[in-house]
């Protein structure tokens, strides 16, 4: 290909991104027609295939990475004849390496330790069906429904919260399509004006997803924006908002002071916060727990949406996040396509860390 032909393309894609984007950027103003000034190539990657939505990817398949991870441990311990020093030890560094935690191994290992001296588990088989039954148990309590009032009259409103990059624009994509696939209207409000890429991601799901969209201006207050969102959907008469929000700020902008206050005004509008979704990077580990300790503090979270899942070894996280904060993991992001969303399922999950 030459030169022409390069600019050629390039001023094609161009045209054709501008020639779709559709931005409200004040309150009560009719959509106007904004063509976009920056090139494809600036735009943040998304993910391209169509937006329908496939039977739910198996979520055991799906996990990859994490699939497994006690299978070498499991192995060692069943080649024993006896439960010793070592059983211990082997049970805990898996434990410990898939990220479940210090305090949540200790929780699940010192129980099982009493009734081996006990006596009540007698061999080593017997223990890890029994480790695998507390895991399961320990997460099986929790109501992983996303809260939907169909009776409110006006728009739910699902707040995604999050660190950057921790797949909250992704996320709202995903559950977009979710959501339209289930028969309910979505708009997304593109509350993360932090930078411009950021709204035309969304943008760009939001075509492929067939949401409606409300953006700001590049800096506008995400407040703002979200309110405007929730009021264009309660005017259209749109079910369901999803809000992204940004995972940072400017400098001198407190990030959790921000979402409150999004939260707040959010309400004051045509609807009401029915879910706050907590975004987290599954690869970041226990650092997850630090991150959601916050958020929760900050925005009174509902559920945690756990991403990369099918990228990292350290699902293990979701023990700790559930009993140390009591914030049920509804889902589960395991790729970056829309279909690539799954409910929580402990039982699934368990099952799928012990066997290869
Ligand atoms: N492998 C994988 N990548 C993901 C997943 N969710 C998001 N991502 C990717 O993570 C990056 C950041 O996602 P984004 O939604 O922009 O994060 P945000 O800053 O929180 O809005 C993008 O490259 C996404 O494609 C997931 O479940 N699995
Ligand atoms: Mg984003």
């Given at each position: 290909m030459n030169d022409t032909w390069v600019y050629v393309a390039l001023a094609a894609a161009v045209l054709l991104v501008g020639g779709v984007v559709v931005a409200r950027r004040s309150r009560g103003a009719a959509p106007i027609a904004v063509p976009t000034p920056v090139a494809p190539v600036a735009a943040e990657p998304v993910a391209s295939e169509p937006a329908t939505v496939a039977a739910p990817p198996s979520f055991r398949d799906r996990l990859s990475r994490a699939r497994g991870v006690f299978a070498t441990a499991t192995t060692g311990v069943l080649r024993r004849s006896t439960i010793d020093q070592s059983t211990w030890d082997d049970l805990e560094e898996a434990m410990l390496r898939a990220d479940l935690g210090v305090k949540v191994t200790a929780a699940l290992l010192d129980p099982l330790r009493e009734r081996v001296k006990r006596r009540d588990i007698a061999d080593p088989a017997a223990l890890i069906d029994a480790l695998r039954h507390d895991m399961t148990s320990r997460l099986?309590?929790?109501?992983r429904g996303l809260n939907f009032d169909a009776s409110l009259g006006t728009p739910n409103i699902w707040l995604m919260v999050g660190?950057?990059?921790?797949?909250k624009t992704t996320s709202v994509a995903k559950i977009a399509a979710q959501q339209i696939a289930l028969g309910r209207t979505v708009l997304m409000a593109a509350g993360d004006t932090f930078r411009a890429a950021a709204g035309e991601q969304l943008e760009t799901w939001a075509t492929r997803t067939g949401a409606a969209i409300v953006r700001g201006a590049e800096g506008a207050d995400p407040s703002s924006v979200v309110f405007d969102g929730v009021q264009s959907a309660a005017a259209r008469g749109i079910q369901l908002v999803l809000a992204d929000t940004a995972g940072r700020l400017q400098t001198n902008t407190n990030l959790m002071d921000e979402l409150r206050k999004v939260r707040r005004v959010a309400e004051k509008a045509a609807g009401v916060v029915t879910e706050v979704l907590l975004v987290i990077d599954a690869t970041t580990g226990q650092n997850g727990l630090v991150q959601a300790r916050q958020f929760a503090d900050a925005t009174q979270v509902t559920g945690v949406v756990l991403t990369k899942l099918d990228g990292s070894a350290k699902g293990g996280i979701v023990f700790a996040i559930e009993t140390e904060l009591g914030i049920p993991i509804k889902l589960v992001g395991l790729g970056e396509t829309v279909a690539d969303l799954a409910p929580f399922d402990p039982h699934e999950f368990v099952a799928a860390l012990f066997d290869e």
């Open positions: 099986a309590s929790a109501q660190v950057n990059g921790a797949g």
